[in-house]
Nanobody
Framework: QVQLVESGGGLVQAGGSLTLSCAAS????????MAWFRQAPGKEREFVAS????????YHATSVKERFTISRDNAKNTMYLQMHNLKPEDTAVYYC??????????????????WGQGTQVTVSS
C-alpha cells in the first residue's frame, strides 16, 4: 500500500484560502479513488470530498460545496484540496486516504485506508 503525506495547512483568517496537498509514495496512486477527511477536536472524522482515479468524477460534502475543490495529478502522485472562503468551523486536522471497497459515493472512514499524518487547518474569526 502507498504512503500518504499531507501538507499545506496553516493559520488563515475567515474568508481566506488555502490549498492542501497529499503526496503518495507508491505507484498505485493513479489507480485508486482518493478522498479528503477532516477531524476537529472531540468530533468524529468527517468526509470532505472524494475523486475518482481518473478525475472523471468528484463528490463534495454539502458543507463545503462551492467552497472546496478536490483535484489530482496522477503524474505527480499528488492530490489537492483547494479551499476558499474558509470559515472557523472548517478548523480541523485534514487527512487524505484511499478507497478500499464499496461504491464510489461512500463517505464512511471505514471505506478508506492508508491515512496520512494529517495537516492542521486553523481558521480565525
Amino acid at each position: 500500500q502507498v504512503q500518504l503525506v499531507e501538507s499545506g495547512g496553516g493559520l488563515v483568517q475567515a474568508g481566506g484560502s488555502l490549498t492542501l496537498s497529499c503526496a503518495a509514495s507508491g505507484r498505485t496512486f493513479s489507480t485508486t479513488t482518493m478522498a479528503w477527511f477532516r477531524q476537529a477536536p472531540g468530533k468524529e472524522r468527517e468526509f470532505v470530498a472524494s475523486i475518482y482515479w481518473n478525475s472523471g468524477w468528484t463528490y463534495h460534502a454539502t458543507s463545503v460545496k462551492e467552497r472546496f475543490t478536490i483535484s489530482r495529478d496522477n503524474a505527480k502522485n499528488t492530490m489537492y484540496l483547494q479551499m476558499h472562503n474558509l470559515k472557523p468551523e472548517d478548523t480541523a486536522v485534514y487527512y487524505c486516504a484511499r478507497k478500499k471497497v464499496g461504491p464510489m459515493t461512500a463517505t464512511s472512514s471505514l471505506d478508506f485506508s492508508g491515512w496520512g499524518q494529517g495537516t492542521q487547518v486553523t481558521v480565525s474569526s
